[in-house]
């Protein structure tokens, strides 16, 4: 069984940054990607960015690139998503999720693995 367990979002004003993280427990990834999804209420979930094992390739949403910025440090099976120049549209619940093998997609089809969420709320 594997954990994904997210830590770092809470309310921060237009402009400002914050850092999520993600610990996967229960498992290694050995050849994972791992990925940042992200739901608003009433909308559907959406994809944010997606990393490789290796960290060597990335993809993002067009509404997070150049802003946002998706890392990972495999020898503590975590990923982070680092957020600047946040506005309010990008209050959601940012959801992590992984599959152990693969390549990186932008759908939550392509992901076996997800967190409980965490809520980011960007005031204006």
């Known amino acids: 069984q594997v954990q994904l367990v997210e830590s770092g979002g809470g309310l921060v004003q237009a402009g400002g940054s914050l850092r999520l993280s993600c610990t996967a427990s229960g498992r290694t990834f050995s050849s994972g990607l791992m990925g940042w999804f992200r739901q608003a209420p009433g909308k559907e979930r959406e994809f944010v960015a997606t990393i490789n094992w290796t960290g060597s390739s990335t993809i993002y949403a067009d509404s997070v690139k150049g802003r946002f910025t998706i890392s990972r440090d495999n020898a503590k099976n975590t990923v982070y998503l680092q957020m600047n120049s946040l506005k309010p549209e990008d209050t959601a619940v940012y959801y992590c999720?992984?599959?152990?093998?693969?390549?990186?997609?932008?759908?939550?089809?392509?992901?076996?693995?997800w967190g409980q969420g965490t809520q980011v709320t960007v005031s204006s």
């Open positions: 999720a992984a599959r152990v093998y693969g390549s990186l997609s932008t759908i939550p089809s392509g992901y076996v693995y």
